[in-house]
């Protein structure tokens, strides 16, 4: 990386890093993402996120609206291939339910030209982890991760992994449980969740981690209801195995790492 470029001058001098964020705190923030801020002429990404960025002088920010990943993504390759060097921001991990897949359909649909420049894809702590390391280790054994959201795919999907993932016995993390936009959305994925897991099965609702207004909660499913969480809301459910250790304090939610002997 080099310093001259900015503004066309040198187009070969230009990059891009879709970096991570982390959960909020910012000691959770790596040193190569903070290395890539410090080397950025500008900064692209979702208005709350941008909003984690400090500014400095030489520094331009683009903070844009929800939902506009491909034009943010089109915008970043531009600048870019313009000679600039590039921080596109997601919170967490970018690799997951974020921008750097949006910037490889931009670049994948996009201007020949794009695929020349130098593109890193510089990894974050995902919610999943930062809630599991507060509650212990739910998903010490095998696990999967499923986005709630039916923006991007419909919701007869969603319901169907749900239902093949508990029978399969995957404990499982869900991004973007609950919006305005669908509230009923999360009851019914709780109701499913009664019928393949039973009633007793534990459930985490982590809010906002690593940030000031962090909460946690571990009920069973029967005590669970969907106002427990909202859009700051991890929630992981346990498989067969997941325990709950009792103690002063906050209880420690767990899986082992093997399954009973004579498990099928
Ligand atoms: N790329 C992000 C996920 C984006 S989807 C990552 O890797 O973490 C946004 C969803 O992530 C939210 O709806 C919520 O479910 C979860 N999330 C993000 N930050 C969180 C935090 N600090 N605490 C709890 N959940 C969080």
């Not at 709630?148 to 999907?157: E, I, Q, T």
Request: aromatic residues 6%; proline residues 6%; negative net charge.
């Amino acid at each position: 990386m080099t310093d001259s470029g900015i503004g066309g001058e040198d187009a070969s001098a230009g990059w891009i890093a879709v970096a991570g964020l982390g959960p909020g705190d910012d000691a959770l923030v790596t040193p190569e993402v903070t290395a890539a801020l410090a080397e950025a002429t500008d900064v692209v990404g979702y208005i709350p996120y941008v909003a984690r960025v400090k500014p400095r002088p030489g520094l331009v920010l683009h903070a844009s609206d929800n939902r506009v990943e491909l034009d943010r993504a089109a915008l970043a390759l531009e600048l870019a291939a313009q000679g600039h060097r590039v921080v596109v921001v997601s919170s967490g991990d970018p690799g997951v339910f974020a921008m750097a897949s949006a910037l490889f359909e931009a670049l994948e649909a996009g201007r020949p030209a794009w695929r020349e420049l130098d593109i890193r894809v510089l990894p974050g702590i995902t919610a999943m982890l930062a809630a599991a390391a507060r509650a212990g280790a739910p998903l010490g054994h095998d696990f999967c991760a499923i986005n709630l959201s039916d923006n991007l795919k419909p919701w007869s999907v969603i319901e169907k992994r749900i239902r093949l993932a508990a029978e399969a016995d995957f404990a499982m993390a869900f991004y973007n449980p609950r919006s305005r936009a669908r509230p009923q959305g999360f009851v019914r994925v709780l109701e499913v969740l009664r019928q393949t897991c039973g009633e007793d099965r534990p459930i985490l609702f982590a809010r906002s981690v690593s940030t000031e207004e962090e909460s946690l909660q571990i009920v069973s499913l029967g005590q669970s209801h969907a106002e427990m969480a909202d859009m700051r809301t991890m929630v992981i459910v346990g498989s067969s195995t997941t325990r709950v250790i009792e103690r002063a304090g906050r209880a420690i939610l767990y899986t082992p790492r093997s399954l009973p002997k004579d498990a099928a």
